[in-house]
């Protein structure tokens, strides 16, 4: 038996939001330590790593592990039908070929319930090793969000470059060419709005804009972002979800022939 | 001219 309950419905339909965009399809591993979902887009470019820990839920079950392949499309259409703030509870009987999702109203006066089939993907799953990175840029996620799209405008490819003094974000294309400069803040009054680096090297890597705006979905979870870059590794990108986990996306830097 | 690798460049296939 497997039961995982959510105050917030909203929190699954931001996370769904956040990958929809990369996966027709993924399989949610599920354990006592709680759901984990790996899987690449259909390019193999970019990668999706989401935790939720089974405490930050309102209640969790797993009696056997358990994986659930979930079309992420049909799972966003049962989603659409919740309100925000309706307490959802995911339920799938152990060897079950389907899941339910139910909802609650947060007076109880509605209740409705969702089923929804189970597919057998086959993904591959792959080894991401721990890496100490050269340089650890946390910054305003919306902020981010705003300079991804900005220059998206412009280039096919962001140049992110950082070194002790601030992060380097540039393009160019047929119209021309954009830099953003954003300095470590030295002083800030809220901590979601600071830019800290932390710099072992200097790094500079070459990103597709395609994937960084598809991670960028991410930005209603969390208010900060934490980019991850060393020398020929993928980049990552992580929001962490409050009290509940964190999204990882991993994307393959851009190589010169 | 810029290349694209995938992740399998960097990472193996568990």
């Known amino acids: 038996m497997f039961e995982a309950r959510l105050i917030n419905s909203v929190t699954f339909k931001k996370v769904l939001d956040a990958i929809k965009d990369l996966l027709n399809e993924a399989s949610f591993d599920c354990s006592e330590a709680g759901i984990q979902l790996q899987a690449m887009d259909n390019s193999h470019v970019s990668l999706v790593s989401l935790a939720l820990r089974s405490d930050g839920f309102d209640k969790y079950r797993c009696d056997r592990n358990l994986t659930m392949g979930m079309n992420l499309a049909s799972m966003s259409k049962i989603f659409r039908c919740s309100s925000n703030d309706d307490t959802v509870t995911i339920k799938a009987q152990d060897d079950a070929d389907t899941v339910t999702f139910m909802f609650e109203s947060k007076k109880q006066e509605k209740i409705s319930d969702y089923e929804m089939k189970l597919m057998n993907l086959d993904q591959e799953h792959l080894g991401i090793p721990d890496t100490d990175f050269s340089c650890v840029i946390r910054m305003p996620a919306g902020e981010f969000a705003r300079i991804v799209r900005d220059l998206s405008q412009f280039g096919e490819s962001i140049v992110i470059s950082c070194t002790k003094e601030g992060v380097k974000f540039s393009t160019s294309g047929d119209i021309g060419s954009a830099n953003v400069k954003l300095a470590q803040t030295s002083s800030f009054e809220k901590e979601e709005e600071a830019v800290i680096i932390e710099m072992q090297e200097p790094v500079t890597l070459t990103f597709a804009c395609q994937y960084l705006n598809s991670f960028t979905k991410a930005t209603p979870l969390a208010n900060q972002v934490q980019l991850s870059m060393s020398d020929n590794v993928p980049l990552v990108v992580e929001y962490q979800i409050p009290d509940l986990g964190h999204l990882r996306y991993y994307l393959a830097p851009k190589i010169e022939e | ?14």
């Open chain 2, 1 to 14: 001219v810029q290349n694209q690798p995938t992740l399998m460049n960097f990472f193996k296939k568990k």
